[in-house]
């Protein structure tokens, strides 16, 4: 395998990068554990195209509120589930898979909780936290606990899991008249606002789970504190 092969593979394909990253990504861990296992004896290098740059797409809160807006006026099979869903993403950032996966004992609305990890779950390099509830997304929680069942999902449609919910999502974004917003964007949003309201780099990537320092510092320009030390020096300069 060569890195000819690989880029011949992404041709063929036809994708995105970002989606010939993440194929390619999955048959280098195919082969590194084929190896660790004793299967085959050497393990070719996959060459990964680069990474792309992340979207610095984020709502404003006039946008989220519009969206909120429209999830909570939307189609009677999605209101119970998909305001809520919002909710949990703009206020723990947690990534949609997570969120889904959410079921009501992870969620201890006493002390005020949560844990996007459920029991096995297995730890990959896409951390998930376990954080304190903000007041008025426990608020809405406790109304939707509920509605709900001692051992049921938090986001369900008639009491079964969702594992996909993009037509429902995309619904709402249209009636609120946004565009290029997914499930991730509401993530990337929760982080720049914590940026926004002076939280720490560190802070903010324990908040989201990361596991890479480097992530976090996507939101570093969006720090009120950004660059201020260095505006700071050329100010102190004298002509």
Not at 41 to 52: E, F, G, I, M, R
Not at 69 to 78: D, E, L, M
């Amino acid at each position: 395998m060569t890195r000819e092969t690989c880029r011949a593979y992404a041709r063929e394909r036809g994708k995105a990068p970002g989606t010939i990253r993440r194929e390619l990504a999955t048959l280098r861990a195919a082969i590194n554990y084929a190896k660790d296992e004793g299967r085959i004896t050497y393990a070719p290098t996959v060459h990964l195209p680069p990474k792309p740059e992340g979207k610095d797409r984020w709502l404003r809160r006039s946008e989220a509120a519009a969206l909120l807006n429209a999830a909570r006026n939307g189609h009677a099979t999605t209101r119970p589930y998909l305001p809520l869903f919002i909710l949990i993403a703009l206020y723990t950032g947690a990534r949609k898979g997570a969120i889904l996966e959410l079921r009501w004992p992870q969620v201890d609305l006493v002390a005020g909780r949560i844990d996007f990890n459920p029991p096995g779950r297995q730890r990959t390099s896409k951390g998930r936290a376990h954080l304190p509830i903000p007041r008025r997304l426990l608020t809405f929680l406790r109304l939707a606990r509920r509605r709900g069942t001692d051992l049921g999902w938090v986001i369900h449609k008639d009491g079964a899991p969702l594992d996909n919910m993009k037509r429902a999502f995309n619904t709402a974004c249209a009636d609120a008249g946004l565009d290029d917003v997914t499930p991730h964007t509401l993530r990337h949003t929760c982080g720049t606002w914590l940026a926004q309201a002076g939280v720490p780099l560190d802070k903010i990537g324990g908040w989201l789970g990361h596991s890479d320092a480097r992530t976090t510092q996507l939101y570093a320009h969006h720090h009120p504190d950004f660059m201020e030390e260095a505006r700071n020096a050329v100010d102190r300069r004298r002509a």
